[in-house]
C-alpha cells in the first residue's frame, strides 16, 4: 500500500497563477483533509470531507477550493494564488466513526509551494 | 490564547537523557488527544495516543490530565533517532475536523 500520495513534490507559483495539488489513498478511508504548515503555527485545516460527495471548510478556507473527486481522491485548487498562500500543504485521510474519537491521520508526503 | 500550546523548545540533550514536554489545551470538549512525530521536511507521523489512564510505549509515557487540561511526554533513555519536533494534538469530536495541532516542540538529541 502507498498510503497517502500527493503531487507535485514541490512548486513555484507567480502571483495570480493557478493550479490544483493532487492527493489520493488507498486505506479505503472515508475522511480526508487539506492542511497548510508555516512556521511556528502549527498545521492548520483548509478544509475536510468527511465522507465521499461531502466538502467542508476548515480554519483557513479562503482562497482555495476543493473537490472530493471519488473515495480515494482530494483535490486542492488554488484559483489565483497570492504570496501568503506560501507554505508546505499536506493531505491526510483518516477512518472516521462515531465509534471512537480516536482516529488517527495518515499524512502525505506534502507539497512545498512557493508563490512569488 | 491559543487552543493547543506546547514548550517552545528546542529541547538539546545528550544521549541517554530523559526530557519531558508540555502541552495545554483550552477546549474542555475536548475528546482524544495524541502526540505526533515530524521529522525535518517529512510529514507528521502519529508516535501515540494519550488515555485518560496514561499510556507507555517502550521509552515512551505520555499523560493526560484532563482538570487541568493538561499532556505530557516522557522520553527516557533518549537515542539520536529520536531528533524531531513533536506535535501535541487534541480532536474535540469523532471525526478529523476539530484535529488541533500544537505549534511543535523541537528536540536535538546530541552523540
Known amino acids: 500500500n502507498a498510503g497517502v500520495t500527493q503531487t507535485p513534490k514541490f512548486q513555484v507559483l507567480k502571483t495570480g497563477q493557478s493550479m490544483t495539488l493532487q492527493c489520493a489513498q488507498d486505506?479505503?478511508?472515508?475522511?480526508m483533509y487539506w492542511y497548510r504548515q508555516d512556521p511556528g503555527m502549527g498545521l492548520r485545516l483548509i478544509y475536510y470531507?468527511?465522507?465521499?460527495?461531502?466538502?467542508d471548510k476548515g480554519e483557513v478556507p479562503n482562497g482555495y477550493n476543493v473537490s472530493r473527486l471519488n473515495k480515494r481522491e482530494f483535490s486542492l485548487r488554488l484559483e489565483s494564488a497570492a504570496p501568503s498562500q506560501t507554505s508546505v500543504y499536506f493531505c491526510?485521510?483518516?477512518?472516521?466513526?462515531?465509534?471512537?474519537?480516536?482516529?488517527?491521520?495518515?499524512f502525505g508526503p506534502g507539497t512545498r509551494l512557493t508563490v512569488l | 490564547r491559543k487552543e493547543v500550546e506546547q514548550d517552545p523548545g528546542p529541547f538539546n540533550v545528550p544521549e541517554g537523557a530523559t526530557v519531558a514536554f508540555n502541552c495545554t489545551y483550552s477546549?474542555?470538549?475536548?475528546?482524544?488527544f495524541f502526540w505526533y512525530r515530524q521529522d525535518c521536511r517529512k510529514e507528521p507521523k502519529l508516535l501515540m495516543s494519550v488515555y485518560s489512564s496514561g499510556n507507555e510505549d517502550g521509552r515512551f509515557t505520555a499523560q493526560l490530565n484532563r482538570a487541568s487540561q493538561y499532556i505530557s511526554l516522557l522520553i527516557r533513555d533518549s537515542k539520536l533517532s529520536d531528533s524531531a519536533t513533536y506535535l501535541c494534538v487534541v480532536n474535540a469530536d469523532n471525526y478529523g475536523q476539530n484535529f488541533v495541532f500544537g505549534p511543535g516542540t523541537r528536540l536535538s538529541v546530541l552523540p
Open positions: 477546549n474542555s470538549a475536548s475528546q482524544s
Open positions: 486505506m479505503n478511508h472515508n475522511s
Open positions: 491526510a485521510s483518516s477512518y472516521s466513526s462515531f465509534d471512537s474519537s480516536y482516529n488517527e491521520q495518515f
Open positions: 470531507s468527511a465522507s465521499e460527495g461531502t466538502t
